[in-house]
């Protein structure tokens, strides 16, 4: 039998989580070539091509950020009769495109040394030893003393989920106002059981994606997609005809409790990334999630040279969203109005904050106090009851 090859740090799956980290560990690598951590991604596809749009508040620059396509500052929430605009000229929404993303990321990853990208590969088996971990691929077995598993898994069933089909259409009218995202807007109806509404990125007059977004514990089928967003096209935008351009359809769990990687099953082998504690649950955003703590968790590895798992957040953070998520799966008929409430009783960028998981202690009490109060505290007691 050959020798499994040895790496210091095998990612398993080269997707947005996986190749941050591999930014990183290439960046530390080349400035810091005696600790060098030699590292291995593997991903099944043999190519990249776009197939998402990211889209999150930017408080930092990041690596990526050649990858931003547009930025705006001011967004809105529509509930009922009511819209709120909110903006901040400090903290913009921006969108990354992801095939400028994976192209910036290959590059970087060519130039490297010390880290590689096997393309058209997967890991079918993880076995974690006392002092490494074995990962069994397609062709070849490879060894390595941390293991970063980024490979989505199997969601358990009664999981809250957010799931969406969203069109980028152009139109051959002007319909769209370029200045503002539609970040939520509420549908008027929905099914009981859901939380339903519209989230717009208007690129131009005549250029967005449109969204509709569920809150459920069932995804929809596409037909009940395309009648959606058929019918807000119709009725928000007036519009006869459009030409959709892309689509892009997901599925992201939101957890009440997502995982503590104090408790992985193996220290050697950590789990990160969308279906780990990276994604915040309670707002499905995983992207700025991700690209902190991989920038994190490869300082740690730098520093102390052994395998720490960083925390995507805090402790206060995970305990809100699973209090938020219980409001969710228990009063999805008052979702919109509490969305809509926290949007316009709260100063934007202190919201932006603590839907970023950069909150200060007085952005906490600002939200709280904006949250239907002993509705909450109800919540928050049977959260910690049933913790
Ligand atoms: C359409 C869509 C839009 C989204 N928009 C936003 C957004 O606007 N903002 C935001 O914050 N988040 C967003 N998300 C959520 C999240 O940011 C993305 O899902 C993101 O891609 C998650 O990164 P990841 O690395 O965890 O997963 P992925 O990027 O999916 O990477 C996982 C990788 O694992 C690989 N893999 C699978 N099996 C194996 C195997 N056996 N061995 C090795 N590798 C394997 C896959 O090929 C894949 O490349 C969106 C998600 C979707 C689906």
Not at 191 to 198: E, M, V
Not at 280 to 285: E, F, I, L, M, Q
Not at 356 to 372: E, H, I
Request: aromatic share 10%; hydrophobic share 40%; net charge neutral.
């Amino acid at each position: 039998m050959n020798r499994a090859e040895d790496f210091d740090v095998v990612v398993l799956g080269g997707g947005m989580t996986g190749l941050a980290l591999a930014h990183h560990l290439a960046e530390q690598n080349a400035m810091q070539p005696a600790k060098q951590q030699q590292t291995l991604v593997i991903e099944p596809r043999s190519s990249y091509v776009r197939d998402k749009t990211w889209c999150y508040w930017q408080h930092e620059s990041s690596p990526f950020d050649a990858a931003i396509s547009h930025r705006w500052h001011r967004w809105s929430v529509s509930y009922g009769d009511h819209t709120h605009v909110g903006c901040s000229r400090t903290t913009p929404y921006v969108r990354v495109d992801s095939a400028k993303y994976y192209t910036i990321a290959q590059q970087q990853i060519a130039a490297s040394n010390s880290v590689t990208l096997r393309l058209g590969d997967h890991a079918s088996e993880v076995c974690a030893g006392p002092d490494h971990v074995q990962v069994t691929c397609k062709a070849s077995t490879v060894q390595a003393k941390q293991v970063i598993d980024t490979r989505p898994t199997a969601i358990p069933a009664g999981t809250l989920l957010q799931h969406f089909c969203g069109w980028e259409i152009t139109t051959d009218t002007d319909v769209f106002d370029p200045t503002t995202v539609t970040l939520m807007d509420f549908a008027s109806h929905p099914a009981s059981g859901d939380i339903h509404f519209f989230y717009v990125l208007p690129f131009s007059p005549r250029h967005a994606l449109v969204e509709t977004t569920h809150f459920s514990l069932q995804v929809a089928n596409e037909d009940r997609y395309t009648q959606e967003l058929q019918s807000y096209l119709q009725n928000r935008f007036e519009l006869k005809q459009w030409q959709i351009k892309h689509r892009e359809q997901g599925v992201i769990p939101m957890p009440k409790q997502t995982l503590d990687l104090a408790r992985r099953r193996h220290a050697n082998i950590i789990p990160m990334g969308l279906h780990s504690d990276t994604t915040k649950a309670s707002t499905g955003y995983c992207y700025p999630h991700a690209q902190r703590q991989a920038s994190r968790h490869v300082a740690a590895l730098f520093a102390r040279q052994n395998a720490q798992a960083v925390p995507a957040r805090s402790k206060l953070s995970r305990w809100f969203d699973g209090v938020f998520i219980d409001f969710l799966e228990q009063h999805p008929e008052l979702a919109g109005e509490v969305f809509l409430r926290l949007f316009t009783g709260v100063p934007t960028d202190a919201l932006v904050r603590f839907l970023s998981d950069r909150a200060r202690p007085d952005d906490y009490l600002r939200v709280m106090t904006a949250l239907p109060k002993w509705l909450f505290i109800r919540l928050a007691y049977q959260h910690a009851v049933s913790a």
